[in-house]
């Protein structure tokens, strides 16, 4: 977008809007550490455990989140460099760090732009003024906000391969906007990857709300929003909409502005209108009034103004009240109607393509990647909707995920070589441009691949084809191939050195298959005289002779593309659990709308997402998405869960979960978590002491491994020395400069919102 509006206008009449970025906490922990000599690794590691929060609140942070107790700050109290460190931590906030890019602000002037602001080059290369956007308004520039929408791209992407391989045009605007399967598919709540309705939160609501015309995505996008949440409107709408209570329209000259949404505020105009009914103003006075809501000074002013209008015009006391609560509530909030319409336009579009063309929609998802969620659950939700998964090819693949015919005539979708780790541009164009190919010693030469990258395609099967490796009669396996390529980069005086990563997800499933040279001892263990056996001929057509060595695993394979890609692609992780899982008679997510409300069920999957939003109460809420294989389980941990499972749930990447299920509306459904565990921990207690060891840890509701003691099955849990030692550093550093009762703060808005300092306010997925 802003390469379109700098060729439009031309470089010397535009620039990007600048922002100062200030320091908050990790930023503050990171450069304090890097001054005092903490390595890099240590404090990285410190960092990444706090809340996106202020620098001054470290040590309230330190105080009230247990999850810190696990953050390897400990190491620095017992240096005696804590409080220094904390010291200089709260020192730092709110200081300019550097000046960097808006996201979305770009002014247009005329030639002389350079000589009404300084411009600097930003990171992304655009020339960036220094002021900011208050600045910039206030010198009268016309400052534009460009907002980039990657689900655009994503649809795009979706129509221009249905088109590439099947020959069909579709014309998005001609779609029906009353698709029965569209709105089947969002009322199912199965919504990954569609624009607006793929979190948590989102997949709640449409189950509750149970959309069923355009309209109604609309509402469901407005709802959505702080105004709206702040103002606990969403429950009296939903309760309405369901016919479980009747509409409260307050009175009776509201009911046109608050017909179409139950008698709830949801838009901006509905504000405006409430106020111009109320005091007989104008509409545009109206809009100054409704932003005058956002401050304390503000609300006082239009109190004053608003209870004496509506006086005059005959409303009571005890209606004003009432209205003036929910507009207060709502604030400045709200949702512009027609934005959520704008929004409502690729939301429905995109959650049309995934009900009739779910490869192609995938494939698009997974080029652009628009939404929250990492692509290891895009690619699961693919296999959910039954789409063929085919792994990267040298002969097939470039840098876009790409639609292919299946056996069966079925559209499957053939994974970019972009996904490999370390793979540039500039590589995939050269194996594109060279091809086809006639062996592995082929693209290694002819296309220039570096060694460490032909390592890793071959580990991925993205050479698989080239010597009829998965096919009856293979006569070479992925190792042949991998010690055939290693022996000819030698023979040729290439260099050997290879780039090990031991990725967490790999290693949560046993660790990496990497091939180092001190590795290779292992890997080629049955066949001692593989170097022997190298072929003579070594020109770029030379076939792959059998060295003898075993084909990888199952698991192996998922190890491996685990390592490379951070994808499991030729078989789900959690499919080498399944055993363990179904002995506990652990609940299938795909099983879950089967339970009843209330009713305990235990769950287990791959951590795909953790939020910590803002939410009305105040209290600090964290919300877990868990992938199994048959869909993702949603789950909330409240305050009391946080407390004795924090290590396990911010830490762990396989987890078990035990919760209570919460059914609300026709397909809403949430779990209430009660404990979690890590799942390895748990699957090794297992296979030492049985089921019922397992299942006495669980229902002690105590944690297990990271926080609780391992050595005993039958304690329950427990704290070893070392946590002992960091709890007590911690509370040490949060009370050093205060003997006041530990209160956990709550920040309260002017609205009546009350909001956790510890709440996570980014964008979902950010």
Known sequence: MYDLIIDRFGAERTACVSMVDTYRVRHAIRDVGMALGVSAAEVGIIAQSFPHIGAKHVRDALRDLPELRESGIASLAARGELDTFLDLVEGLDGLPRNRAMHPCGVILSDPTLLDRTPVQSSAQGYAMSQFDKDDVEELGFLKLDVLGVRMQSSIAHTLSELERVSGQHIALASIPRDDPGTFALIQSTRTLGCFQIESPGQRELVGKFAPSTFDDIIIDISLFRPGPVKSDMITPFLHARQGWGMPDYIHESLKPILRETYGVVVFHEQVIRIIATVSGCGLDFADEVRRNLGTVEGQEQTRQWFYGKARQRGYTLEVTERVWAVLRAFASFGFCKAHAAAFAVPTYESAWLKAHHPAAFFAGVLTHDPGMYPKRLILDDARNFAVPIFPPDVQISDHMHRLEAAADSSLGIRLSLAEIEGVTRADIDRIVANRPYSGVVDVLLRASVPLPIMESLIKVGACDRLHGIGEADAQVTRRDLLLEVSLQARHRGRSTVKRVRVDKAAAAVGGVM????????????????????????????????????????????????????????????????????????????????????????????????????????????????????AGPSDLTFFEDAQEQFASTLFSSWLMMVRGHVRRTGPAGMSIRAVGCWDLLAMEQLWREHGRDAVRDVIASGRPWGIEGDSDNPSSGGGVDALVVEEQQALSGAAVSRSTTPVVVPVLVHPSGFRQSPYADVRPAGA
């Open 514 to 629: 990497d091939i180092d040279s001190a590795e290779q001892s292992d890997l080629f263990i049955d066949s001692p005289s593989a170097t022997s056996r190298l072929s003579s001929d070594t020109s770029p057509s030379a076939q792959v002779s059998s060295h003898g060595l075993r084909e990888m695993t199952a698991r192996e394979r998922m190890q491996a593309e685990l390592s490379v890609m951070r994808l499991d692609v030729s078989s789900h992780i959690m499919s080498f659990h399944a055993e363990f899982l179904r002995d506990l008679r652990a609940t299938r997510s795909s099983h879950l709308r089967r339970c009843r409300s209330m009713q305990d069920v235990l769950v287990a999957g791959v951590k795909v997402a953790i939020q910590t939003p803002p939410v009305r109460s105040g209290r600090r809420v964290v919300f877990l998405t868990l992938d199994d294989g």
